[in-house]
């Protein structure tokens, strides 16, 4: 019965830790840092945001469509990455040798009509003129 | 290979997609894109000549997909009703999209990829391929349902969609890990044999909340009360044509996955002992369904909203379907649906598809106003489409001798044949039901052929592809009616299948006070 629960002991464990260190490390800062705040230095650092804005703030739906396609071209890395692993040992047997390459081939063939379908829409253009969406211009 | 066979129903229509993506692609911009549609249901129809051939039932035999799908009968039953819904959501496309200024080849590819992910959501027998393919389906539909961009309407309909149905995904997993968490399992068959082998009764707490939470993911997906708030507003303001899809193909699935899901899982007879259980629970579900549905649908003044809430209602019949499983003479007492269901969903998605098909024919260039007053007279001035509508509409309504009837009919004597005295009054409310409903039906055809035309009579769509696709609906729902038999047979032959076969090692584990009561 109690031995059930001791993985989840750790876990605890970690939870209380965790909020305790950063609870040690900011009573601590508040207790010995120096307190010297000028403008300059309570602005954010390097390309942060400002740590308080209004919400209904605009930026470009530009970023929206990277940040789409990077997690999509993302995931195909990630799908690779452990068939390359796993490649070797597939070799050994004659069928599933070829049917993983086969797979990996139409995994990255979908992905490459993918991805020529956002370049022809024109979405790749960070400039986007509108002229080139939607097919060819014949 | 025989696995390639076997799974060509999946990959044809993801190819389909594909192909269609291309071609788009390759046409000139300015080039109408309606000619995709009939590639798309070229497409569903190579699909469903390959379910039908390819799914008999055997496994599949690559160690990575065993035990994965299931590709038997039953999914081949609803393999059809989603890609005649698909197919047909795609020809009622081809002359809606550019009168409505959103002629866009996304369209008929994001309809392919949701047939495939349907196709992968029904035939799932592992839980997390279940809920990818529900995904598939789903994220395609969304996208649809607010592809007419200049409406405001139709993006709140995608918005309210995606919305709802991220908050069924959730309790879908959910549900899923319950199940998971009780057997150390993710895969139905393996999931109903531990509950076999080990008695439920010690232990009710997980595959209780699990239940209730999948009856709740999947109702949102069939619209059934109370998990239906959003049916009118997106099947009202979405593109008619992806409304088509969504009250046929997405409602069919939803509960061919709903029936596998539930007799698999909860094969133990001991289940019935539960504090709420599966029986109740859908006989209540079902009730309040048809109730509600009917009541609402009465008030109603638009004709696509009259039709929502008649979907929502047949959900409800289809419910007390769900609740009156049938005992298989000569198996280990293992339940499985009640023959009526797959052949009144056939009725159901026949008319249904056929009504909504030819609402969105009517009404041209971004105009749809589609309120009683403004089908007014359209029996005088498109009499075609008029008549079309009525068969559908009366299908819908129960009028005999159309299809609707015989679904009917046939659904509520196999209610009463499991248990005549105790099913007496639910089928009683479900006939009264039908009563009620034929008020909103016979409204639209008073409406079309006893009404004068108001001061801007609606205008049709005139377009062959959806002509001859209302025309066949209209036409399979008067065939049905007629010649059932054929239909009602393949309905007894798949729903035998409804439920996975368990093999078991040992006896089923019961309770010590077992009852030996059918579901």
Redesign the interface.
């Known amino acids: 019965m109690g031995a059930d629960y001791l993985p989840y002991v750790a876990i605890v464990l970690t939870i209380v830790l965790s909020i305790g260190l950063v609870g040690v490390i900011l009573v601590v800062n508040a207790l010995l840092g120096p307190k010297d705040l000028s403008g300059a230095k309570s602005e954010s650092f390097e390309c942060g945001n400002p740590p308080a804005d209004t919400s209904r703030k605009r930026f470009s739906v530009k970023f929206y469509v990277v940040a789409i396609f990077f997690v999509v071209f993302d995931i195909e890395a990630v799908f690779l990455f452990p068939w390359a692993v796993m490649y070797r040992d597939l070799l050994k047997s004659p069928v599933y040798g070829s049917?993983a390459l086969a797979e990996v081939l139409v995994f990255t063939g979908?992905l490459a009509?993918g991805l020529?379908?956002v370049w022809?829409k024109g979405a790749l253009d960070w400039a986007f003129d509108g002229a080139r969406?939607?097919?060819?211009?014949? | 290979m025989k696995d390639l066979l076997m799974l060509s129903p999946i990959w044809l229509s993801a190819m389909t997609g594909?192909l269609v993506?291309?071609i788009?692609?390759?046409?000139?911009?300015k080039?109408p894109r309606g000619f995709l549609g009939y590639v798309t249901a070229a497409g569903f129809a190579a699909t469903g000549i390959a379910a039908v051939h390819y799914w008999n039932g055997s496994a599949l035999e690559?160690p990575f997909l065993t035990g994965m799908l299931a590709l038997d009968g039953f999914g081949a039953f609803f393999a059809l009703l989603i890609l005649l819904s698909g197919a047909a959501a795609a020809l009622f496309a081809i002359d809606y999209l550019p009168q409505h200024g959103s002629d866009?080849g996304e369209y008929y590819a994001l309809m392919a990829f949701s047939v495939c992910g349907a196709l992968v959501f029904l035939t799932a027998v592992d839980l997390i391929t279940m809920f990818l393919g529900l995904e598939i389906m789903s994220l395609s539909v969304y996208i649809m349902a607010a592809m007419k961009q200049s409406s405001a309407r139709s993006t709140e309909a995608g918005m309210k969609y995606f919305i709802l149905g991220g908050l069924a995904s959730a309790f879908l997993l959910f549900g899923i890990a319950f199940l998971y968490g009780a057997t150390g399992s993710l895969n139905m068959v393996e999931i109903g044999r531990y509950f076999l082998e080990h008695d439920p009764t010690r232990d009710y707490l997980f595959p209780q909340v699990a239940m209730i939470l999948l009856v709740a993911a999947l109702g949102f997906k069939v619209a059934a009360v109370p998990f239906h708030m959003w049916t009118p507003d997106v099947y009202d303001g979405a593109p008619t044509p992806v409304t088509v899809f969504m009250a046929g193909a997405v409602k069919a699935v939803g509960f061919a996955v709903l029936a596998r899901l539930l007799l698999t899982v909860y094969q133990n007879p001991a289940f019935d002992e539960m504090p709420v259980s599966i029986p109740g629970l859908l006989l209540t579900l079902s009730i309040l369904t048809m109730f509600v549905g009917n009541i609402l649908g009465i008030v109603q003044t638009n004709v696509k909203r009259i039709l929502a809430y008649s979907s929502i209602t047949h959900a409800g019949y289809l419910l007390l379907g769900g609740y009156a499983t049938m005992g298989v003479a000569g198996s280990s007492g293992a339940s499985v649906l009640n023959d009526g269901v797959p052949f009144y969903l056939l009725t159901y998605v026949v008319s249904t598809v056929g009504a909504f098909g030819i609402v969105s024919l009517l009404g041209s260039r971004g105009e749809e106003d589609m309120s009683l007053d403004h089908i007014a007279g359209l029996g005088r001035r498109h009499p075609v489409l008029a008549a079309l509508m009525l068969v559908c509409v009366l299908s819908l309504a129960g009028v005999p001798p159309l299809a609707g009837f015989m679904g009917k009919f046939f659904l509520f004597r196999e209610v009463l044949a499991v248990d005549p005295n105790g099913n007496l009054p639910w089928v009683v409310i479900a006939v009264l039901n039908s009563f009620i409903a034929a008020y909103y039906y016979l409204r639209i055809a008073v409406y079309m052929y006893f009404r004068e035309p108001g001061r801007e009579p609606v205008s049709a769509i005139r377009g062959v592809p959806g002509y001859v696709c209302a025309g066949i609906a209209a036409l399979l729902s008067i065939w049905i009616g007629l010649f059932p038999a054929r239909y009602i047979a393949a309905s007894q032959e798949v729903s035998r299948d409804s439920a996975l076969v368990i093999a078991t090692t040992g006896d089923v584990a019961r309770p010590a006070a077992s009852r030996s009561g059918k579901r």
């Open positions: 049917i979908v009509v020529w379908y022809k969406s939607g097919g060819t211009d014949d | 594909i993506l291309v788009d692609l390759l046409s000139a911009r080039a690559a866009r």
